[in-house]
């Protein structure tokens, strides 16, 4: 089956080596099993640090979002049968989706919405997850609560943010204020359902002020956290709770102190991880995002197709998430 890999980390997107096109053998499915041929995948900025961090000795295979149709079930799938259409995200410690055909546990996997095609749905599992688990899990906001409260998106045009965005506008009270760095992205976040944006270039201080929030109750901070720690830290109310799903070099907790800040890390992976007791809540939410975007509650958060999976598609699309500039996600369809 055909498949895009890397056989080296840290090489430039721009090396043609960076991805590679191989050939690898059909994968056969466990006991839990589903056995996918994917049709269409996104990028994300996970897929881009791995390839440029993580050694490796033999071709690795990345990709953590497919939408696909289950081709063959293990002994002890009871979630799904051949022919179903799903989308899910996959597990860090498997080989990737970019590839014919994927082995995921059925945990972890959702029916495709309806209303989508298949390029519009690859936009969805990841970050769908992440956003689901920062809201409600990490930050503990309850569906319908959250009146009288706010929350601050940094990052709300990435592909986390613009899914947060919607679930927090469209599932909860909160009012939510989003950052947007350019007039294109500030459009797209306003599209979204955000109350107010903000520019995080600026200093965050002002910024609120001028959107007359001068302090927040949560702050999800989806990118540069090290960039604006301490202007987070200043934003949010005593009491106040952070959530963070990048990756600062480091982070002193100990000026959260004073305010007495609740800090949380949301990673999508560690149900997967760690076969944890509940790590069937994702495929619950998946199927729940499914619904919602069937009945339009919320959409899907493509921004450009890519066309088919293939090593040079692949490594404009690593270029593009690497810019940092990006507006929703970035998708590649077929083979």
């Given at each position: 089956m055909k498949a895009i890999a890397y056989t080296q980390n840290g090489l430039?997107?721009?090396?043609?080596?960076?991805?590679?096109?191989?050939?690898?053998?059909?994968p056969l499915p466990g006991p839990r099993d589903l056995l996918v041929q994917v049709h269409?995948?996104?990028?994300?900025?996970?897929?881009?640090?791995?390839?440029?961090?993580?050694?490796?000795?033999?071709?690795?295979?990345?990709?953590?979002?497919?939408?696909?149709?289950?081709?063959?079930?293990?002994?002890?799938?009871?979630l799904f049968k051949a022919g179903d259409a799903v989308f899910y995200a996959g597990s860090i410690l498997r080989p990737g989706t970019n590839s014919e055909y994927h082995l995921v546990d059925e945990r972890i996997v959702g029916h495709k919405p309806r209303s989508l095609d298949d390029a519009q749905a690859a936009a969805l599992p990841l970050t769908s997850i992440t956003a689901w688990e920062l809201l409600f899990d990490r930050l503990g906001v309850q569906e319908g609560g959250g009146e009288g409260q706010s929350l601050l998106i940094i990052g709300a045009a990435g592909g986390v943010g613009s899914i947060l965005t919607q679930l927090a506008r469209k599932l909860t009270k909160l009012t939510v204020i989003g950052t947007a760095s350019r007039p294109e992205t500030a459009d797209w976040v306003r599209e979204l359902g955000a109350h107010h944006v903000i520019d995080h270039t600026k200093p965050l201080a002002d910024e609120l002020s001028r959107a007359g929030l001068p302090q927040v109750d949560m702050v999800a901070s989806l990118t540069h956290t090290d960039s604006h720690y301490t202007q987070i830290i200043e934003a949010l109310r005593p009491q106040g709770r952070l959530v963070l799903i990048d990756d600062p070099q480091t982070l002193d907790a100990r000026p959260l102190k004073s305010k007495s800040i609740s800090?949380?890390?949301?990673?999508?992976?560690?149900?997967?991880?760690?076969?944890?007791?509940?790590?069937?809540?994702?495929?619950?939410?998946?199927?729940?995002?499914?619904?919602?975007?069937?009945?339009?509650?919320?959409?899907?958060?493509?921004?450009?197709?890519?066309?088919?999976?293939?090593?040079?598609n692949l490594r404009r699309a690593h270029a593009l998430v690497e810019s940092n500039r990006s507006r929703g996600k970035v998708v590649l369809a077929g083979f």
């Open positions: 430039s997107i721009d090396d043609p080596q960076s991805l590679i096109d191989i050939d690898l053998p059909m269409a995948v996104s990028v994300n900025p996970v897929d881009t640090k791995i390839r440029k961090n993580a050694a490796v000795t033999e071709p690795r295979v990345l990709g953590w979002d497919a939408v696909g149709v289950v081709h063959a079930v293990g002994s002890d799938v009871t800090l949380h890390w949301e990673l999508m992976f560690t149900r997967s991880i760690y076969e944890t007791d509940d790590m069937i809540e994702q495929h619950k939410l998946l199927e729940r995002v499914s619904a919602l975007i069937d009945e339009g509650v919320l959409k899907t958060t493509l921004n450009e197709t890519f066309g088919t999976i293939n090593a040079a």
